[in-house]
């Protein structure tokens, strides 16, 4: 009801003759994201009120809880972004695509989690082997697995991309430094654009420019992980950034490392995201082409070109503590283009 009241007054703000346009400005773009803020809430709250009644429990000691509440939750701590796309989706749609990205989460902790490379291939022989099972009608009791059988049954899911996601991970579990732009946009194609191609197949879209939209999405998304994740794995003494660019501008792997922020690594930064964002133009001149039903499937466009401008901003210092915050007009963002596009 708080929230109720907020967008009331902010709508008789915006009416009243009184105030100057200033004002009404303000006020507009503050109902505007209390509606954006407003409509996810009450998505969310129904997206948990409406998940799977189907249960599994690890023990008899353990109370037995809803998997689809599972990949919900999983999805909302460790993807949030995405989880902010998802609540968009229409019903029919988002509990799939929910379990395919909770799906995702799972193999990326993999790595994230994992110190010794063959234990990490071994949780990724369970997940392959996992997806054998679910394909057979008979899935673990496993939470996302349980939740990716359902998607699977209803929408017929193809498993050569769901097998994507195992292998490109697979591909780098010791950490191997790209060599080359190519290599980031070829692994981003594995691990991120097959995404895209699952969920225009959760919401039954057979598109040519759909898909097409969806690989240029999946690249960028994949080079924004790359830059976003610098900071971090520079803690680990990982440097991921593709050798040619680093080369070409002398950055060595020990400045990535230290945290550098001089011109020579904003230069190698600036390069490697102007691919993103030459991907993210396509994205944009493709999506006139795509059926308007699709396109709701395709909403991360937004954050992925909110975070290029921040980093724009940020003068390509990918160590700028700015871009370690979350964006709190993403939602409203995300909202509002939902609104434009379909």
């Given at each position: 009801m708080k929230d109720l009241t907020q967008v009331t007054s902010g709508l008789h703000a915006c009416s009243?003759?009184?105030?100057?346009?200033?004002?009404?400005?303000?006020?507009?773009?503050?109902?505007?994201?209390?509606?954006g803020?407003?409509?996810?809430?009450?998505?969310?709250?129904?997206?948990?009120?409406?998940?799977s009644k189907r249960t599994y429990a690890?023990?008899?000691?353990?109370?037995p809880f809803m998997s689809s509440q599972y990949c919900l939750d999983v999805v909302k701590r460790y993807?949030?972004?995405?989880?902010?796309?998802?609540?968009?989706?229409p019903q029919h749609a988002r509990s799939a695509a929910l379990a395919v990205r909770a799906y995702n989460v799972e193999l990326a902790q993999v790595h994230d989690t994992t110190t010794q490379p063959l234990m990490a291939k071994m949780r990724l022989q369970f997940w392959r082997e996992t997806l054998d099972q679910v394909y057979q009608g008979s899935p673990p009791k496993q939470p996302v697995a349980v939740e990716l059988q359902r998607a699977?049954?209803?929408?017929?899911?193809?498993?050569?991309?769901?097998?994507?996601?195992?292998?490109?991970?697979?591909?780098?579990?010791?950490?191997?430094?790209f060599t080359s732009m190519q290599d980031v946009e070829d692994y981003s194609e594995k691990s991120n654009s097959v995404l895209y191609y699952l969920i225009l197949q959760i919401l039954d879209i057979k598109n040519i420019h759909a898909d097409h939209v969806?690989?240029?999405?999946?690249?960028?998304?994949?080079?924004?992980?790359?830059?976003r994740g610098v900071p971090h794995l520079g803690t680990k003494r990982i440097v991921l950034l593709p050798r040619d660019v680093m080369m070409q501008h002398k950055v060595s792997q020990e400045d990535v490392?230290?945290?550098?922020?001089?011109?020579?690594?904003?230069?190698?930064?600036?390069?490697i995201a102007c691919v993103a964002k030459t991907h993210i133009e396509h994205v944009k001149a493709l999506m006139k082409d795509v059926p308007p039903a699709a396109r709701i499937g395709l909403l991360p466009e937004v954050t992925i070109s909110s975070y290029l401008g921040f980093l724009q901003?940020?003068?390509?210092?990918?160590?700028?503590?700015s871009l370690q915050k979350r964006n709190r007009l993403l939602p409203l963002y995300l909202w509002w283009a939902k609104v434009r596009k379909t």
């Open positions: 009243s003759s009184y105030v100057n346009m200033v004002a009404v400005s303000a006020a507009i773009s503050k109902t505007m994201m209390l509606l803020n407003l409509q996810l809430k009450q998505i969310y709250a129904k997206s948990r009120k409406s998940v690890t023990s008899r000691d353990q109370k993807d949030y972004e995405n989880f902010l796309a998802c609540l968009l989706l699977i049954a209803k929408h017929e899911l193809s498993k050569r991309w769901l097998l994507s996601l195992i292998e490109s991970r697979e591909d780098h579990l010791e950490n191997k430094q969806g690989s240029h999405l999946g690249k960028a998304e994949g080079i924004v992980r790359l830059i490392i230290r945290g550098s922020r001089d011109e020579r690594m904003k230069s190698a930064v600036f390069d901003k940020a003068d390509f210092d990918v160590f700028d503590s």
